[in-house]
């Protein structure tokens, strides 16, 4: 009923649209993707590097099968034993990850964060050499574009939303469930790191995903929406 009471429909990536189709739930889907304000992340200078004597990994959402912690663990155990991750997040399955850390040797490796407050995330995002979330399901992954706001490269599952946001020019994608290719991706992004800079990854973000590149889209979309409405009223 809500789709059929709709004049036009958005989703905030091309996966979910296209499920809305086959669902046949709308005639036409306008991608309009999730943004974030302009300034975030221009305070990246007010944070210190992360530490040069070892490669680190950020994740950011929680520990769960759902966000594929348990797949990340597992790569994480065949990377080089100097790189490091830190997760961002709590849940009801923490002490089972831990556990898992803890039974594939890299418990030492891991940091868990908890929970993290917004006004304590941008430390965390300087703080790391990149960003990576084998999730096994995403409509959008607001965390990509935070990470990529603060010029880090992303690696990402071809999960949904991800495929809208990771390219080559900033970060890699790899099959879903897959620690064979997430091992390679990250022992490549370890090795290659500095083929992305974070000037360039910053200016991607503002091209796609900052307030200014999506409010005009936006503006457009309810024009039309608004148009759609008058002729309704007209008829």
């Known amino acids: 009923d809500t789709y059929a009471g709709a004049s036009l429909c958005s989703a905030v990536s091309k996966s979910l649209a296209d499920r809305i ?3 046949g739930l709308a005639d036409e889907v306008t991608v309009l993707p999730n943004f974030l304000p302009n300034e975030f992340g221009s305070d990246r200078g007010n ?3 992360a530490p040069r004597d070892g490669f680190a990994f950020l994740s950011v959402g929680g520990p769960s099968h759902a966000k594929g912690t348990d797949v990340l663990l597992k790569a994480l155990a065949q990377v080089s034993s100097d790189v490091t991750l830190r997760v ?6 923490l002490a089972f990850f831990q556990q898992l850390a803890v039974d594939l040797g890299v418990s030492e ?3 868990w964060l908890g929970v993290v407050t917004r006004e304590q995330m941008p430390e965390h995002y300087q703080a790391c050499d990149a960003f990576v979330l084998p999730s096994r399901g995403e409509t959008f992954g607001i965390a990509f574009i935070e990470a990529l706001a603060f010029g880090k ?3 990402a599952t071809r999960c949904g939303g991800p495929e809208d946001i990771v390219h080559a020019g900033n970060g890699l994608l790899v099959p879903l469930n897959s620690v064979d290719d997430l091992v390679v991706a990250m022992q ?3 090795a290659h790191a500095d083929r992305y800079t974070p000037q360039a990854l910053r200016s991607d973000f503002l091209a796609r995903f900052s307030a200014s590149a999506a409010l005009t889209r936006i503006e457009s979309w309810y024009q039309r929406v608004i148009q759609c409405g008058q002729r ?3 008829s």
């Open 232 to 234: 309704k009223v007209s």
């Open 88 to 93: 961002v997040g709590d849940s009801p399955d």
């Open 188 to 190: 490549n992004m370890v």
């Open 153 to 155: 490269p992303l690696i």
């Open 109 to 111: 490796r891991v940091r």
């Open 21 to 23: 189709l086959s669902m």
């Open 47 to 49: 944070f210190p590097t």
